[in-house]
T-cell receptor
Framework: DAKTTQPTSMDCAEGRAANLPCNHS???????VYWYRQIHSQGPQYIIHGLKNNETNEMASLIITEDRKSSTLILPHATLRDTAVYYCIVRVEDNYGQNFVFGPGTRLSVLP | DAGVIQSPRHEVTEMGQEVTLRCKPI?????LFWYRQTMMRGLELLIY????????DSGMPEDRFSAKMPNASFSTLKIQPSEPRDSAVYFC????????????FGPGTRLTVT
């Protein structure tokens, strides 16, 4: 699986957009980009995933560069409850299910 | 749906004792995963099941760890005998066949072995 690189920590003002970057320069053509987050003392929570096209759901938007070597998770209007560790994971899909490797992630602090 | 249910939420035990962690996946989910999280090692996949059958247990640290899934609505992770280095938060997650990577995690069991 391709390795990902994320900043260790970021701050964001409440109500503003939080843009979390992820580098995955060795990504293969059939690998997807997944984002999870983990709020303190809770289990990880799926946010969004994508292959090539930008994706949006009720939680966030995912912007993937044309060369697919990096992506950005956007929380359009961050709230205090979005304070969490955000994990960017690159993984190929297959029929058997696979191991998710969660790296250290980005610790996002949303400030009032 | 109540989501993935784990019990107990906290477990404190002495070294050498047997520990059993329990998980009830979301109804209709075909896949069940057991993870362990520590500060040092992050989140590690221990084992996962598909339709109650263990598929990959390569993450199980050693023979002291065992997991079972006797039916679609229940799984256990057992540690016997427990050791202080087993102290961690253990998460159970489940997913639907067609969206296997959208895993839904339970609240975790915080295990402390003294």
């Amino acid at each position: 699986d391709a390795k990902t690189t994320q900043p260790t920590s970021m701050d964001c003002a409440e109500g503003r957009a939080a843009n979390l970057p992820c580098n995955h320069s060795t990504i293969s053509g059939n690998e997807y980009v997944y984002w999870y987050r983990q709020i303190h003392s809770q289990g990880p929570q799926y946010i969004i995933h994508g292959l090539k096209n930008n994706e949006t759901n009720e939680m966030a938007s995912l912007i993937i560069t044309e060369d697919r070597k990096s992506s950005t998770l956007i929380l359009p209007h961050a709230t205090l409850r979005d304070t969490a560790v955000y994990y960017c994971i690159v993984r190929v899909e297959d029929n058997y299910g696979q191991n998710f490797v969660f790296g250290p992630g980005t610790r996002l602090s949303v400030l009032p | 749906d109540a989501g993935v249910i784990q019990s107990p939420r906290h477990e404190v035990t002495e070294m050498g004792q047997e520990v059993t962690l329990r998980c009830k996946p979301i109804s209709g989910h075909d896949y069940l995963f057991w993870y362990r999280q520590t500060m040092m090692r992050g989140l590690e996949l221990l084992i996962y099941f598909n339709n109650n059958v263990p598929i990959d247990d390569s993450g199980m640290p050693e023979d002291r760890f065992s997991a079972k899934m006797p039916n679609a609505s229940f799984s256990t992770l057992k540690i016997q005998p427990s050791e202080p280095r087993d102290s961690a938060v253990y998460f159970c997650a489940s997913s639907v066949r067609d969206t296997i990577y959208e895993q839904y995690f339970g609240p975790g069991t915080r295990l402390t072995v003294t």
